[in-house]
C-alpha cells in the first residue's frame, strides 16, 4: 500500500516535475498508476510511429461482445489536413492543449451492422480506449481524451455512415514542459492527482 503524499502548496506553485503516480490504496501495475491525462504538449517533435501503432495493437485486442469489435479510429497527425478537420471539430478550450499534440485519435463507435444492433458498442469502445491508454502510456507516449467536440461536424468531415458515431477524440503525443501548456492549464498539471475511495464506489462487497 503507498501513503498517500502530503503536498506543500508552495511546491504545487513552483515545481514543474512532480511525481505523478497515483498514491493507490492497494499495489496495481506501475503502467497503471504513473499513466496521467496531461494537457502539456511537446509541439515539435513528430509522434513516434512505432509506439502509436503500438498502442492501436492494443485497442486492437481489448475484448468486445461476440467478438464484434464495434470500434473506428480517425488517426490524425499533427500538420495534416486530417488534424486540421478533427481540431476544428472541437470547442475552443480544447483547441488550445490539444491541438499542439503529436496526434489527435478520434474513437468512434459502430452501434449497427446491417440488421443487428450492437447495445454494447460505447462500452466496447471504452475498453478499446483504456487498452490505447494504457499502451501509449508503456511506450513512452501520453495521453488525454476529450468528449468537448462537435460529433456530427466529425461525420461530415469525414463522410462516415448513420450508424458510425464519433464518441471521444484523444490526444497523444510526447509530453512537454510545463510552458507548453495553456496558462488555465498549468496549476492541473501541478496538482497532486485524487480519487474518491473505492469504498464510495463499490456498491456491494459480500
Known sequence: MTSPRIFDPEEILMSDTLDRTAPTDAPILD??????STRAYDSVTPIDEDALRGALEAARWSPSAYNNQPWRFIV???????HAKVVASMVEFNQAWAAPAGALVVFIAETSRGEHQFPSAFYDLGQAAAHFTVQAHANGLYT???????????????????????FSIMA??????????????RDGERAPRVRRPIEESVVVND
Do not use: C, K, M, Y
Not at 76 to 82: K, N, Q, S, V
Open 144 to 166: 488525454h481524451q476529450l468528449t468537448g467536440f462537435d460529433a456530427a461536424a466529425v461525420s461530415e468531415a469525414f463522410d462516415l455512415a448513420p450508424e458510425f458515431t464519433p
Open 76 to 82: 490524425a497527425r499533427r500538420g495534416t489536413e486530417t
Open 172 to 185: 497523444v503525443g510526447n509530453h512537454g514542459t510545463i510552458e507548453d501548456a495553456p496558462e488555465f492549464a
Open 31 to 36: 503502467v497503471l498508476s504513473q499513466r496521467w
